[in-house]
Protein backbone atom coordinates (compact mmCIF):
# COMPACT_ATOMS: atom_id res chain seq x y z
CA UNK A 1 0.00 0.00 0.00
CA UNK A 2 2.85 2.49 0.71
CA UNK A 3 4.11 1.68 -2.10
CA UNK A 4 1.02 2.74 -4.51
CA UNK A 5 0.58 6.03 -1.98
CA UNK A 6 3.76 6.82 -3.50
CA UNK A 7 3.74 6.27 -6.95
CA UNK A 8 0.79 7.95 -6.74
CA UNK A 9 2.50 10.78 -5.06
CA UNK A 10 4.63 10.99 -8.12
CA UNK A 11 1.65 10.75 -10.61
CA UNK A 12 0.34 13.61 -9.41
CA UNK A 13 3.83 15.88 -9.29
CA UNK A 14 4.24 15.17 -12.78
CA UNK A 15 0.64 16.36 -13.12
CA UNK A 16 1.12 19.29 -12.00
CA UNK A 17 4.91 20.15 -13.51
CA UNK A 18 2.67 19.27 -16.87
CA UNK A 19 -0.32 21.39 -16.26
CA UNK A 20 1.18 24.17 -14.14
CA UNK A 21 4.79 24.38 -14.71
CA UNK A 22 7.51 23.28 -12.40
CA UNK A 23 7.17 26.54 -10.29
CA UNK A 24 4.29 25.25 -9.30
CA UNK A 25 5.26 22.04 -7.74
CA UNK A 26 5.72 22.22 -4.11
CA UNK A 27 4.56 19.34 -1.49
CA UNK A 28 1.78 20.72 -0.16
CA UNK A 29 0.82 20.93 -3.93
CA UNK A 30 1.70 17.43 -4.55
CA UNK A 31 -0.41 16.58 -1.36
CA UNK A 32 -3.71 18.42 -3.06
CA UNK A 33 -3.28 16.47 -6.14
CA UNK A 34 -2.90 13.12 -4.40
CA UNK A 35 -5.52 13.50 -1.91
CA UNK A 36 -3.51 13.21 0.58
CA UNK A 37 -2.20 15.26 3.89
CA UNK A 38 0.59 17.17 3.37
CA UNK A 39 2.70 15.04 6.10
CA UNK A 40 0.96 11.79 3.94
CA UNK A 41 3.65 13.18 1.37
CA UNK A 42 6.34 14.05 3.67
CA UNK A 43 6.51 10.31 5.08
CA UNK A 44 7.48 9.19 1.77
CA UNK A 45 9.29 12.60 0.32
CA UNK A 46 10.77 14.63 2.94
CA UNK A 47 11.33 17.70 0.78
CA UNK A 48 10.46 18.92 -2.98
CA UNK A 49 14.14 18.05 -3.83
CA UNK A 50 13.69 14.34 -2.79
CA UNK A 51 10.24 14.40 -4.60
CA UNK A 52 11.71 15.43 -7.93
CA UNK A 53 14.98 13.23 -7.32
CA UNK A 54 12.38 10.20 -7.21
CA UNK A 55 10.68 11.57 -10.30
CA UNK A 56 13.85 11.53 -12.07
CA UNK A 57 14.52 8.02 -10.72
CA UNK A 58 11.87 6.54 -12.18
CA UNK A 59 12.19 7.87 -15.22
CA UNK A 60 15.13 5.92 -15.28
CA UNK A 61 13.82 2.81 -14.37
CA UNK A 62 10.98 2.64 -16.54
CA UNK A 63 13.31 3.24 -19.27
CA UNK A 64 15.77 0.64 -18.44
CA UNK A 65 12.41 -1.63 -17.91
CA UNK A 66 11.82 -0.29 -22.03
CA UNK A 67 15.74 -1.35 -22.95
CA UNK A 68 15.37 -4.87 -21.40
CA UNK A 69 12.02 -5.43 -23.24
CA UNK A 70 13.03 -4.36 -26.15
CA UNK A 71 16.19 -6.42 -26.31
CA UNK A 72 14.44 -9.63 -25.44
CA UNK A 73 12.63 -8.94 -28.48
CA UNK A 74 15.16 -8.38 -30.45
CA UNK A 75 16.62 -12.07 -29.74
CA UNK A 76 19.16 -13.21 -27.47
CA UNK A 77 22.46 -14.56 -28.64
CA UNK A 78 24.62 -13.33 -26.32
CA UNK A 79 26.97 -11.23 -28.69
CA UNK A 80 26.88 -8.17 -28.91
CA UNK A 81 25.32 -7.30 -32.54
CA UNK A 82 23.80 -3.93 -32.55
CA UNK A 83 20.62 -5.29 -30.42
CA UNK A 84 20.74 -2.36 -27.77
CA UNK A 85 21.41 0.03 -30.18
CA UNK A 86 18.30 -0.86 -31.76
CA UNK A 87 16.28 -1.46 -28.49
CA UNK A 88 17.57 2.53 -27.30
CA UNK A 89 16.10 3.90 -30.26
CA UNK A 90 13.13 1.82 -30.42
CA UNK A 91 11.95 2.88 -26.62
CA UNK A 92 13.30 6.05 -27.27
CA UNK A 93 11.15 7.11 -30.38
CA UNK A 94 8.10 4.60 -29.93
CA UNK A 95 4.68 6.41 -29.90
CA UNK A 96 2.63 6.53 -26.91
CA UNK A 97 0.12 3.75 -27.89
CA UNK A 98 -1.06 2.71 -23.86
CA UNK A 99 -2.42 4.94 -20.92
CA UNK A 100 1.14 3.37 -19.23
CA UNK A 101 3.01 4.98 -22.75
CA UNK A 102 1.50 8.19 -22.21
CA UNK A 103 2.50 8.52 -18.34
CA UNK A 104 5.77 7.38 -18.65
CA UNK A 105 5.80 10.21 -21.52
CA UNK A 106 5.07 12.54 -18.69
CA UNK A 107 7.66 11.64 -17.02
CA UNK A 108 9.70 14.37 -19.27
CA UNK A 109 8.65 16.61 -16.61
CA UNK A 110 10.44 14.73 -14.00
CA UNK A 111 13.61 16.33 -16.02
CA UNK A 112 12.25 19.88 -16.48
CA UNK A 113 11.56 19.86 -12.38
CA UNK A 114 14.68 19.16 -11.63
CA UNK A 115 16.74 20.99 -13.90
CA UNK A 116 14.36 24.04 -12.47
CA UNK A 117 14.87 23.02 -9.49
CA UNK A 118 18.47 21.60 -8.28
CA UNK A 119 20.66 20.35 -11.51
CA UNK A 120 22.30 17.69 -9.08
CA UNK A 121 18.85 16.29 -8.84
CA UNK A 122 20.21 15.13 -12.35
CA UNK A 123 22.91 12.90 -11.04
CA UNK A 124 20.90 9.72 -11.13
CA UNK A 125 20.12 10.30 -14.87
CA UNK A 126 23.86 11.50 -15.85
CA UNK A 127 24.78 8.13 -14.30
CA UNK A 128 22.08 6.68 -16.47
CA UNK A 129 23.30 7.75 -19.87
CA UNK A 130 27.09 7.19 -19.23
CA UNK A 131 25.68 3.53 -18.74
CA UNK A 132 23.77 3.67 -21.83
CA UNK A 133 26.54 4.81 -23.79
CA UNK A 134 29.14 2.71 -22.94
CA UNK A 135 26.96 -0.34 -23.76
CA UNK A 136 26.06 1.35 -27.37
CA UNK A 137 29.51 2.12 -28.21
CA UNK A 138 30.29 -1.65 -27.16
CA UNK A 139 27.29 -3.28 -29.11
CA UNK A 140 29.14 -4.38 -31.59
CA UNK A 141 28.49 -1.74 -34.45
CA UNK A 142 30.08 0.95 -35.35
CA UNK A 143 30.89 3.14 -32.01
CA UNK A 144 30.17 6.63 -33.99
CA UNK A 145 26.56 5.51 -36.00
CA UNK A 146 25.42 4.21 -32.40
CA UNK A 147 26.23 7.29 -30.46
CA UNK A 148 24.43 9.32 -33.94
CA UNK A 149 21.86 7.04 -33.36
CA UNK A 150 21.47 7.86 -29.70
CA UNK A 151 21.61 11.00 -29.95
CA UNK A 152 18.87 11.55 -33.19
CA UNK A 153 16.75 9.65 -30.78
CA UNK A 154 17.25 11.69 -27.75
CA UNK A 155 16.86 14.86 -30.13
CA UNK A 156 13.18 13.25 -31.47
CA UNK A 157 12.46 12.68 -27.89
CA UNK A 158 12.83 16.11 -26.69
CA UNK A 159 11.11 17.81 -30.07
CA UNK A 160 7.95 16.14 -29.36
CA UNK A 161 8.28 16.15 -25.89
CA UNK A 162 8.35 20.63 -26.25
CA UNK A 163 6.29 20.02 -29.13
CA UNK A 164 9.20 21.91 -31.03
CA UNK A 165 7.91 20.93 -34.97
CA UNK A 166 7.22 17.01 -34.42
CA UNK A 167 7.44 14.98 -37.27
CA UNK A 168 4.60 14.18 -39.66
CA UNK A 169 3.85 11.15 -40.08
CA UNK A 170 5.21 8.91 -42.41
CA UNK A 171 8.36 11.33 -41.96
CA UNK A 172 8.52 10.23 -38.18
CA UNK A 173 8.56 6.69 -38.72
CA UNK A 174 11.21 6.30 -41.80
CA UNK A 175 13.36 8.65 -39.53
CA UNK A 176 12.92 6.06 -36.82
CA UNK A 177 13.98 2.91 -38.84
CA UNK A 178 16.95 4.76 -40.58
CA UNK A 179 18.21 5.27 -36.89
CA UNK A 180 17.51 1.65 -35.97
CA UNK A 181 19.34 0.89 -39.17
CA UNK A 182 22.53 2.34 -37.71
CA UNK A 183 22.33 -0.75 -35.24
CA UNK A 184 23.09 -2.74 -38.11
Not at 8 to 26: C, N
Not at 158 to 173: I, Q
Request: aromatic share 6%; net charge negative; proline share 5%.
Amino acid sequence: MAGDTRERILDAAESIVIRDGVARLTVEAAAAEAQLSKGGVLYHFRTRDALVSSMVERMVEAFDADLGVECAADGQDGTPNGRYVRAYVRATVRPAQTPEDLRRERAGAAILAAMASEPQLLAPLREAFDRWQQRLVTDGVDPVGATVARLAADGLWLVELFGFAPLPEPLRSEVAAYLEGLGR
